[in-house]
């Protein structure tokens, strides 16, 4: 049986579409902050290569507080 794992389908997205835009933000009339699904998928790894060299592990609880953003989901994969 295969499960739907979301932070799984996020990085095949990656491979398939590492240029395309994964997360925007709109900071101004016509401005955004975008982060690709490469750029992404490169700071979930780094946040998730930061949690594991803190000694957290499976198992172990993290809170995440942030408000509203595109950092928002790239922390929550982190975690995963």
Avoid at 2 to 7: D, E
Avoid at 41 to 65: E, M, T, V
Wanted: hydrophobic share 40%; with cysteine; charged share 25%.
């Amino acid at each position: 049986m295969s499960f739907f794992v979301l932070h799984q389908r996020f990085f095949e997205a990656a491979e398939r579409f590492p240029s395309k835009c994964a997360l925007q933000l709109r900071t101004g009339p016509a401005e955004y902050k975008k982060y690709t699904y490469k750029e992404a998928a490169d700071i979930i790894r780094g946040i998730g290569l930061c949690f594991c060299g803190r000694g957290i592990k499976k198992g172990d609880r993290i809170a995440l507080i942030l408000e509203n953003s595109p950092e928002w989901p790239l922390f929550y994969f982190g975690i995963l």
